[in-house]
């Protein structure tokens, strides 16, 4: 904000509503925004399913399927699917209805699938069956991976065979050690390959912003009334317009009452986060905690595993208080 101040800040950084929170409450007047492909995602494999049963050429999912999502990234939900003007959500509802009733009322078991990503360590793949379920039970499809969706729901991650029967593994932590832990390229060996594009728009996006073409994407950026289920400044996912020198974030339509609730416990969850952070406040952090619909651990041990997470980031939060009231558990 010293040196560059017209400057648009791209974040690509998980957590990302958080990461793009802090950078506004460091910096109020700051441009930025985040970028997540995981809208992309949901968009193909509808264009897919949509070519193979409609007998189409494949179908140009970014220019062709239009969504409306409203929601936080990676527990983002789509009030509408159309495809040339065409409403799909009733379509996609009954293929997903058909599937169950073809079933005995419940989807396909996807256990071997899960088996086989484990093997293969293949933990993004996915087969939508949690978002198709969020369509079923919702009425709104879940626009984001299943292994995301799963994450800000309390009733799929307690327990590994439901969650693996909708055909997705659970990441294990010694896998996510090892990533860190691995040795990354080196410069020369990066200089030598072929550049491909890598489906992400933040090429575009630039080129927007300097005028050479407008773009309508999904991005994570503080509500300014364009997600009136959200309170005014959190940050939310929905799709804007890039235009030389700015970007305008475009209304999205209403969730169902049922689903804007489980948004809005989330958004509770992450606004408590986010206040702990700016205050340094161990309290409210346990709030948050205890407020996380995926948190059904007793009282003491809740209190003791954050006032354990607290004490091994100490490093990193310097500022924060050293006594407390947690910090007699640890």
């Known amino acids: 904000m010293e040196h560059c101040p017209r400057a648009h800040v791209i974040n690509y950084t998980n957590p990302m509503t958080l990461c793009v929170a802090a950078l506004y409450d460091a910096a109020p007047g700051i441009k930025a925004h985040s970028c997540c492909h995981e809208v992309f995602a949901i968009q193909e494999r509808v264009a897919r399913q949509l070519a193979e049963e409609r007998g189409l050429a494949l179908v140009p999912a970014r220019a062709q399927i239009e969504l409306d999502i409203a929601g936080v990234n990676h527990f983002n939900l789509a009030s509408s699917v159309r495809y040339r003007g065409e409403e799909l959500l009733p379509w996609l509802r009954a293929g997903a209805e058909a599937l169950r009733a073809s079933n005995g009322g419940t989807f396909p078991d996807h256990s071997a699938q899960a088996r086989s990503r484990r093997d293969s360590e293949s933990w993004f793949e996915c087969d939508g069956l949690v978002s198709l379920g969020f369509l079923v ?15 800000f729901v309390p009733w799929f991650l307690g327990d590994e065979a439901l969650i693996n029967s909708y055909g997705v593994p659970l990441t294990p932590y010694a896998w996510r050690i090892a990533t860190r832990d691995a040795p990354r390229p080196s410069v020369a060996s990066l200089a030598s390959k072929t550049l491909e594009r890598s489906g ?11 005028g050479f073409a407008d773009l309508r994407t999904n991005v994570n950026l503080p509500n300014q009334g364009q997600w009136a289920d959200a309170p005014a400044g959190h940050i939310v996912e929905t799709y804007a317009l890039f235009q030389e020198g700015r970007v305008t974030p475009l209304a999205a339509g209403r969730l169902p009452p049922a689903a804007a609730a489980l948004e809005s416990r989330v958004i509770e969850v992450q606004g408590l986060v986010q206040e702990a952070s700016r205050r340094r406040d161990p309290e409210l952090a346990l ?44």
């Not at 003791?304 to 407390?324: F, N, S, T, V």
């Open 287 to 330: 709030q948050a905690l205890l407020l996380d619909p995926l948190v059904s651990l007793p009282l003491g041990k809740a209190e003791a595993m954050l006032a354990e997470m607290l004490e091994h980031a100490r490093p990193w939060m310097p500022d924060w208080p050293a006594q407390g009231p947690l910090s007699a558990l640890v």
């Open 200 to 210: 992400e728009e933040g090429v575009a996006q630039i080129e927007a912003l300097l």
């Open 137 to 151: 039970r919702f009425g709104v499809l879940g626009a984001a991976g299943d292994r995301h969706l799963a994450e």
